[in-house]
């Protein structure tokens, strides 16, 4: 299940990558790599990218639920 989370992730950061570019410089990568957005091949790129970006969520909450489970050094007073 790790490995799938992490293909996720990376999955997860290209599409942010693609949408920094698309919002800096209006140009869709993955609309030009398949002749247009809505291509069939476009949008389910952009499905398997929006699922990925549902995996990670799982991430996330587990990597906060890490921390809040940690124990909190308590001050000592010398």
Known sequence: METLQ???LAVTI???LNWGV???FKFD???QLTE???QPLARFLYV???LSGL???SVL???WQRTDDEPVPTPTVD
């Open 6 to 8: 992490k293909l996720a």
């Open 14 to 16: 290209i599409g942010a």
């Open 22 to 24: 698309v919002g800096i």
């Open 29 to 31: 990568v993955i609309a």
């Open 36 to 38: 247009g957005a809505y």
């Open 48 to 50: 398997i990218i929006g």
């Open 55 to 57: 995996m990670t969520l």
């Open 61 to 63: 909450f587990n990597y």
